[in-house]
């Protein structure tokens, strides 16, 4: 496997040429589900196994899960800011700092127990969206560019599985 097959698993995010309702239920679905397979992909783990790097130079295995919880929680925060007021700029973080402070050395359930409360509330949210919610935007700082809540949706999915497998992948490693 490439450099570059390691560092996008699944391949970078590509938006669909249209939002359809299949598609959406399909994300909502795979975000439902991640934090079942994240807990099935590493349970079993040893300590050592879950500091190992998913590529060199990239983050350990126990990083991704806390990274998850952590932009997840942000991405949550972003749905409800786009809800609750027109086109806001959203608030970014410095996620490579984020990896390296204190908390990504804990174990990693309760990253795991987060990125269950934070998705059940995202569901929720999802399925009582109408096509007007889904169409609400927000604004990132960083690039400018205005994101509808559908966009972010596919996004997030697609965040989901991308760090899925840098978790899936690793672990086949470690039984070769």
Same mark, same amino acid.
């Given at each position: 496997?490439?450099? *570059? ?6 391949? &970078?995010?590509?938006?669909?040429? =249209?939002?359809?309702?299949?598609? &959406? %239920?399909?994300?909502?679905?795979? #975000?439902?589900? @991640?934090?079942? %397979? ?16 998913? %590529? ?14 952590? =932009? ?8 409800? @800011?786009?809800?609750? *007021?027109?086109?806001?700029? #959203? &608030? ?18 309760? +990253? ?22 889904? +169409? %609400? ?10 994101? +509808? ?10 965040? +989901? ?13 470690? &039984?070769?």
């Amino acid at each position: 496997m490439t450099d *570059e097959q390691m560092r996008y698993p699944i391949g &970078k995010f590509a938006p669909p040429v =249209s939002y359809t309702d299949d598609l &959406k %239920r399909q994300w909502v679905h795979d #975000i439902a589900t @991640l934090p079942g %397979r994240v807990r099935e992909a590493i349970i079993g783990l040893n300590y050592q196994q879950l500091d190992t790097q998913y %590529r060199t130079g990239g983050w350990t295995l126990r990083q991704v899960v806390h990274h998850l919880a952590d =932009s997840h929680m942000n991405s949550l925060c972003r749905f409800k @800011l786009a809800l609750t *007021e027109d086109n806001p700029t #959203i &608030k970014p973080y410095d996620e490579a700092g984020w990896a390296i402070q204190p908390d990504y050395r804990l174990p990693v359930e309760p +990253s795991i127990k987060m990125l269950e409360g934070i998705h059940q509330h995202l569901v929720a949210l999802f399925e009582s969206f109408t096509e007007d919610q889904w +169409s %609400r935007t927000f604004i990132h700082p960083e690039s400018g560019s205005v994101t +509808s809540l559908e966009k972010n949706l596919a996004i997030y999915a697609w965040h +989901s599985n991308h760090h899925l497998a840098h978790l899936t992948e690793t672990v086949k490693r470690f &039984k070769a």
